[in-house]
């Protein structure tokens, strides 16, 4: 599964967008961009997936570049409860491996 | 649904006692995933299960951890005899059919002394 390489951390205003980054410059044609979340004292929260499109829910928008080398998650209005640590997860197949990273710590502040 | 169900939400023991950590997945899903989590290694996969069987255990320490899944609806995780570098986090997952898309539980915090 390719690696990825994202920021250690990042701070965002309250009611602002948050862009956080994920660098993944080899990954596979096969391979799916995850992310997940892990605020403090919880379990991580799945928010998002994709492949090649876009892809937004009710919780962020994932933006893949188009040739794929890198990606962006946007919460397009943070609160302080968006306060966490963020996992970029590259991944191929159905082995249900998630395998985690040091992921970036976003700080939401008011 | 209640979500993944994890007991005890925290568990303190002494070195050398066994510890046993209990999941209770999400109805309908019958993939189960074990993690751990610690500053120092971060999080990690244990073990998960497919339909209660064990697909890949190669993330399991060592001997002395074990899981099973008896059933759809529970699984444990022991540690016998238990040691102090086990103190961690542990978190129980589930989805459907091994997706990537887990549901996690609010995890048991172990320490052992």
């Known amino acids: 599964d390719a690696k990825t390489t994202q920021p250690p951390s990042m701070d965002c205003a309250e009611g602002r967008a948050a862009n956080l980054p994920c660098n993944h410059s080899?990954?596979?044609?096969?391979?799916?961009v995850y992310w997940y979340r892990q605020i403090h004292s919880q379990g991580p929260q799945y928010i998002i997936h994709g492949l090649k499109n876009n892809e937004t829910n009710e919780m962020a928008s994932l933006i893949i570049t188009e040739d794929r080398k890198s990606s962006t998650l946007i919460l397009p209005h943070a609160t302080l409860r968006d306060t966490a640590v963020y996992y970029c997860?590259?991944?191929?197949?159905?082995?249900?491996?998630?395998?985690f990273g040091q992921g970036t710590t976003l700080q939401v502040k008011p | 649904d209640a979500g993944v169900i994890q007991s005890p939400r925290h568990e303190v023991t002494e070195m050398g006692q066994e510890v046993t950590l209990r999941c209770k997945p999400i109805s309908g899903h019958n993939s189960l995933f074990w993690y751990r989590q610690t500053m120092m290694r971060g999080l990690e996969l244990l073990i998960y299960f497919n339909n209660n069987v064990p697909i890949d255990d190669s993330g399991m320490p060592e001997d002395r951890f074990s899981a099973k899944m008896p059933n759809a609806s529970f699984s444990t995780l022991k540690i016998q005899p238990s040691e102090p570098r086990d103190s961690a986090v542990y978190f129980c997952?589930?989805?459907?059919?091994?997706?990537?898309?887990?549901?996690f539980g609010p995890g048991t915090r172990l320490t052992v002394t």
């Open positions: 997860i590259v991944i191929a197949g159905n082995t249900g491996k998630l395998i």
């Open positions: 080899t990954i596979s044609g096969n391979e799916y």
């Open positions: 997952a589930s989805s459907f059919r091994g997706d990537y898309e887990q549901y």
